[in-house]
């Protein structure tokens, strides 16, 4: 059975730093990535990272501030977050692309972020 499940969520102040974990089982993916859903908002895409390969992606809302990384031997993909801003507020999920999908289809429980002002 395919497993992501996240961990690191919680509360911090604006300007302060989170990592979140995400730790796969079942299977290995294409293209892991992390979104976010702010209350009363759609959920919207974060960063993501190809499995075999080390170039990223990112929303133009977290550039130059949030870093994905991934270990290979530990099946887990990582967010660290800094420079947190009160906007970034959110239910952050992890999520796994299969290779030959279009989207992404698996998706962790979700981890709570929330950063004061």
């Known amino acids: 059975q395919v497993q992501l499940v996240e961990s690191g969520g919680g509360l911090v102040q604006a300007g302060g730093s989170l990592r979140l974990s995400c730790a796969a089982s079942?299977?290995?993916?294409?293209?892991m990535g992390w979104f976010r859903q702010a209350p009363g908002k759609e959920r919207e895409f974060v960063a993501k990272?190809?499995?075999?390969?080390?170039?990223?992606y990112y929303a133009d809302s977290v550039k130059g501030r949030f870093t994905i990384s991934r270990d290979r031997a530990k099946n887990t993909v990582y967010l660290q977050m800094n420079s947190l801003k009160p906007t970034d507020t959110a239910v952050y999920y992890c999520?796994?692309?299969?290779?030959?999908?279009?989207?992404?289809?698996?998706w962790g429980q979700g981890t709570q972020v929330t950063v004061s002002s």
């Open positions: 999520a796994g692309q299969r290779n030959g999908d279009t989207q992404f289809n698996i």
């Open positions: 079942g299977r290995t993916f294409w293209f």
């Open positions: 990272i190809p499995w075999s390969a080390t170039t990223t």
